[in-house]
């Protein structure tokens, strides 16, 4: 039997439905990629199609932004929406990480962005699974409410643009992540859910190495272009991404993370001006 290529095993995780199966496919895929690596063999990158939509679970039921009830995290009903929007948000980020891989792969790249990505692709399903956890300890479960139906959206629009869909995705969505993260991490910290602190901190140190690897990559691309980066991602974010940047910003982590302020700035100032 021909060995599979890593696109094929990003398109097998992209087609399961299932959230646990999804995810223990695609740990199983990231175990099977670093083996390899470091046995010193080659997966090969090779081409496949991967689907427009991911395949997803029945539920939870997909709701626009607009209808999903808003959450008040001051109960516990708030602090389950909460949670539930968080497995979201990382079950769309599992796919996501693989969605590149798949999508982009007829454009060389050394296989260090392949390591990034798949190691990426191992946490988010790790992220989902202990927010999963979280949910079953506050007896609910990943399904029980409706979710936001736009997640997948920054993907479709950036399908046809490699550079577009690491300044939106890494660099702009899972940036923001590292911006309202302490504050959900305060709410259960207040609520005494340790369970949930505990995962949240992964969660926020994992992601700044998320943001991390879309910065390298996409300064890498430039270079590759001989581009300047920040005019290019201003150009990207104004192109493909749908609304202002928001402050207050998480210099600190954004910084750590390779993503400088004049990056950032421009961009929501021009529709909140800063002072
Ligand atoms: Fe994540
Ligand atoms: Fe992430």
Redesign the pocket.
Known sequence: MTPKTLSEMAVEVLTTADGHEKTALSRAHARTWFAAREGGELIEIGTAAPPMQPARPVRPTLLDPRDVPRRRPGSQKGRIAILHAVAHIELN?VDL?WDIIARFSEIPMPLGFYDDWVK?AD??SK?FNLICECLEANDSFYGALPAHAGMWRAAEDTAGDFMGRLAVV?MVL?AR?LDVTPGMIDIFQKAGDEKAVTAMNVIYA??VG?VAYGSKWFHFLCGRHEKDPKEVFHHLVRTYFHGPLKPPFNEEKRAEAGLPPDFYWPLAEERHPKG
Do not use: D, I, L, V
Request: charged share 40%; net charge negative; no cysteine.
């Open positions: 980020a990480h990426s946490e988010e992220h890494p899972e992540g994992e992601e998320h």
